[in-house]
């Protein structure tokens, strides 16, 4: 049963409905509005400290000269990511989860005698201390006020201790200031790069045994989707490092080595992304994949059967574990090697210092620009992918919304919305992992819904759910809030400042020249109004096929170092939010496309395009410019999503986007004929629209 409001008359629909295949097995939940969080049971401790956890063993290692040699080590520090720096790695690559059993990023430091810390990002410090068991002390890495990584090992590892750490899996920025803090101390910090990977590779254990390998090769991507050849790609490469003086540069971001070949893999979890470095000289590139990652359709195209000692409009590829050995070696006098952005690590430690001193030179990456404006064939391919994005979104809320509701938990909810997404054409995987949020967890930023976390869905408060897709002719993501029963006032309040602010910046005319942090305020300001405020950048860039975030624009007004600007072609996010602490969470996200505006202005345009929640929106709080906007933006859902829904043949679905889509009277305009006859209508057809649903589900059924 449904039931509408329409110029003060509610009405009550009842429709008859198939039922869409069940969620998986029930998960426990937790009721609605019970703050409190688990602690970890007192047993965890004891195992985790025994000589047979992965702690525990690790700490006997660090003893063992079978295992260090010479280098007895007093402490070692565990970083999150991969080899390449990313930031969701692959399951085989996550040795800080192996070691504490934290899923998320941090970065973590165990004595050999004695304490273990972990340091996590704001938003994970809540989660982690209610996971993590007591042998793990939790510090927030985002405050400047707790103790760092260096002062922590300081105060409680001996003196003159020797520190351990893996300089493949951090920045060469992080390694320094690692190195030169705890030199002051008198202590030593040795790169050793085997002694996590052996104790893993060593475990007994099935449940904890290291993963396999990822056996998928990569393929080519599509050439109606990157607008340029590889070999046109090299040479703007070429052609950059010439200007700036270097004769090589180190590829070592996944993205990039994507973007360069064109080429796509399906080695991380949320981008489809290959594992593999790219050397890039004046006179050859050079690829270093694992065996078998590449399909020969791929070796084809980048040429590798046709290379020969003197060629040099060729591919050679090598083996991925050789880029060490010959950038050791190297030949060219000065070779660039990227230095970190913001969300970018640049080169790791190991990859920088294994470079002689005297040819390193650290600049961006001048892909990272490339990548980051897309031409006309990626912008096409953008497009169509939140077009199949849209299709998918609208069927899972409209079916959440007329069928399945009731029941439903945060859990079921992200597994339904994934479910859907895979139904469509071009579908890869997702972009990130699906968070969805009920009540109170919907007022943390980075809340992730567990076993012991999930909630049920109840009508009475609001639900956010963050998600997105990776289809092969783009990336996207999207967030919105939703709300099952009749919202109250601070809810309504919330959500339409939350959408004024969207709309502030998807309205925003700027400058060309103005760096795109300093746009932060105006979608702010509505916030900043009710003093709220979200910890969170209010967007950054966005890849085609690619990452979900990439640099070089970020929007948030505390950067004071990356002070780039928009370029038309760039894609960006979007994500106001308003957090009622305890209470309920508002959160709208949106994917802009930067177009060119007259007079050397930029402007912005939606490419997501999926309905708001019409119910949680108070149209007296909202402008006769931001209501013209909001029909706009419905229309445009209208027109080019709507033949898709017919075509697809989900005419339910279409009948629920057109209900949601309606558009929005002004409160401030007059109240005339005319505009009395136009109310009717809009009434009449919103009860059409919900007759047809009310058919076809009973045609369904029948």
Excluded at 12 to 30: E, K, M, R
Excluded at 642 to 663: A, F, H, S
């Amino acid at each position: 049963m449904s039931i509408l409001v329409c110029s003060g008359v509610r009405m009550t629909v009842t429709t008859t409905t198939t039922t869409l295949p069940p969620p998986p097995s029930p998960t426990p939940v937790t009721m609605a509005y019970s703050p409190e969080l688990p602690t970890a049971p007192p047993h965890v401790c004891a195992e985790a400290t025994s000589s047979i956890s992965p702690l525990g063993r690790l700490r006997s290692a660090m003893r063992d000269i079978s295992y260090v040699q010479k280098n007895v080590l007093d402490a070692f520090i565990i970083f999150y990511t991969d080899e390449h720096l990313s930031e969701e790695p692959s399951a085989d690559e996550r040795r800080l989860e192996y070691y504490s059993g934290w899923d998320g990023p941090g970065t973590a430091v165990v004595l050999a005698d004695g304490d273990a810390a972990i340091w996590v990002p704001a938003g994970d410090t809540r989660r982690a201390r209610a996971v993590l068991s007591c042998a793990w002390r939790v510090l927030d890495s985002d405050n400047p006020s707790q103790t760092s990584i260096s002062e922590w090992i300081t105060k409680y590892a001996p003196r003159s201790a020797r520190v351990g750490a893996d300089a493949r899996l951090t920045s060469i920025n992080e390694w320094q200031t690692l190195y030169g803090n705890l030199q002051r101390e008198g202590m030593q910090l040795i790169a050793i790069s085997t002694l996590l990977d052996q104790l893993w590779n060593e475990e007994l254990d099935p449940e904890k045994r290291r993963p396999e390998v990822n056996r998928v090769v990569a393929k080519l991507h599509n050439s109606s989707y990157t607008g340029l050849t590889w070999r046109q790609k090299v040479e703007l490469v070429r052609n950059e490092l010439k200007l700036i003086g270097a004769e090589a540069m180190v590829v070592t971001a996944l993205d990039e080595v994507a973007w360069l070949l064109n080429i796509r893999g399906r080695d991380l979890p949320y981008a489809p992304l290959l594992k593999a470095f790219v050397v890039v000289s004046i006179r050859e590139l050079r690829v270093y994949a694992p065996p078998g990652k590449l399909s020969m359709p791929v070796r084809e195209a980048l040429a590798v059967y046709n290379c020969f000692p003197n060629s040099n409009n060729c591919t050679r590829v090598k083996d991925y574990t050789e880029i060490y050995a010959d950038l050791r070696k190297a030949t060219e006098p000065k070779i660039l090697i990227p230095v970190e952005g913001t969300f970018q690590r640049g080169a790791s430690a190991a990859i920088a210092q294994i470079i002689p001193l005297a040819k390193r030179m650290f600049q961006p990456s001048p892909i990272l620009y490339f990548k980051a404006q897309k031409n006309q064939a990626e912008t096409m391919g953008m497009h169509k992918a939140h077009l199949r994005d849209a299709v998918a979104m609208c069927t899972v809320l409209s079916y959440m919304e007329i069928v399945g509701k009731s029941g439903l938990n945060e859990v079921t909810v992200a597994t339904k919305v994934d479910m859907t997404r895979g139904t469509q054409a071009g579908y890869v995987g997702l972009s990130m992992q699906t968070r969805v949020a009920f009540g109170p967890n919907g007022a943390e930023p980075e809340y992730k819904a567990t076993i012991s976390t999930n909630r049920r869905i109840f009508p009475n408060s609001t639900l956010v759910i963050q998600s997105g897709g990776q289809y092969y002719e783009g990336t996207t993501a999207v967030t919105r809030t939703l709300h099952y029963g009749v919202p109250t006032r601070d809810e309504r309040k919330a959500y339409t400042t939350v959408l004024r602010s969207l709309a502030a910046l998807a309205t925003l005319q700027t400058p060309a020249t103005l760096p795109a942090a300093h746009t932060d305020p105006v979608a702010r300001a509505p916030l900043w109004a009710y003093r709220q405020d979200y910890t969170p950048p209010t967007g950054y860039g966005m890849g085609a096929a690619l990452n979900r975030k990439e640099d070089p624009v970020v929007i948030d007004y505390r950067q004071d170092v990356n002070l780039h600007t928009f370029r038309e072609g760039y894609f960006i996010t979007t994500e106001p939010a308003w957090y009622e602490a305890g209470k309920y969470g508002a959160k709208l996200g949106n994917v802009l496309e930067v177009l060119p505006r007259p007079g050397g202005y930029l402007g912005f345009r939606e490419a997501t395009l999926i309905p708001y929640e019409y119910k949680l929106i108070d149209r007296n709080l909202l402008t006769e410019y931001e209501i013209k906007w909001l029909n706009a933006y419905n229309d445009r859902i209208r027109k080019t999503v709507g033949p898709e829904l017919k075509d697809q043949g989900l005419t339910d679905v279409y009948y629920w986007m057109m209900n949601k889509t309606i558009p929005i009277e002004s409160p401030r305009a007059k109240k005339n004929d005319h505009n009395s006859g136009s109310s009717h209508r809009s009434c009449l057809e919103i009860i059409l629209i919900y007759v047809a649903v009310a058919l076809s589900y009973r045609r369904n059924f029948n």
